[in-house]
């Protein structure tokens, strides 16, 4: 019998998928979560221990790649299957890499989820040795970038963060050089200090950079 924990925090969607795998001759829902902090509780209570975790990846208080990670550790024989609705392919590489057993998108039909998990059960791989191989080079260079990124941040004066905030918040070059009392010139000459600093192309890429480095809240929020 396969012992199943299912962490995903829309709950509708957990109910549906709780009601299928109790279907399933051989599957059990021995837990349900909504949170890493609910998933690592269910974990420890579970006995006999889990075999199978069905998890998404963007959790209200983290990274399900985390509780991947923990999970496989305590058990080698776990086996997590990844459903989420993140297209991100990094994403699913840091998955891969923490020990995930294969990554299905939210809207997989009925069939193929099941078919993973009856494959998981029975011991077979879901992806390649090539297929994990080329996830886990994935992850290594995400976590490259983001460092370099991060370095990159880390270089912008606190006008410069001025600047992005403002361009945050919708203002266009004249209202930011109001803004922070500056010459449109001078706001210009800010821009092209920041495009240079975090190896952007254009303001639109600088901001999208600047909010994944937390240097600026996207919305003035």
Known sequence: MQRVLLVEDHAAFRQALALLFDAEPGF???????????????????????????????????????????????????AALVLTASLDRAEHARAVEAGAAGVLHKSAEVDEILDAARRLAVGEQLMSPQEVSEMIRLAGRSREEERLLRENAARLTPREREVLQALAEGLSNREIAERLHMSVDTERTHMVNILNKLGAHSRLQALVLAARAGVVRLGGG
């Open 28 to 78: 059990e829902v021995a837990g349900q979560a909504g949170t890493l902090k609910e998933a690592r509780r269910a974990a420890l209570r579970a006995r006999p221990r889990l075999t199978l975790g069905v998890i998404d990846l963007n959790l209200p208080d983290g990274d399900g790649s985390e509780l991947i990670g923990e999970l496989r550790r305590r058990n080698p024989e776990f």
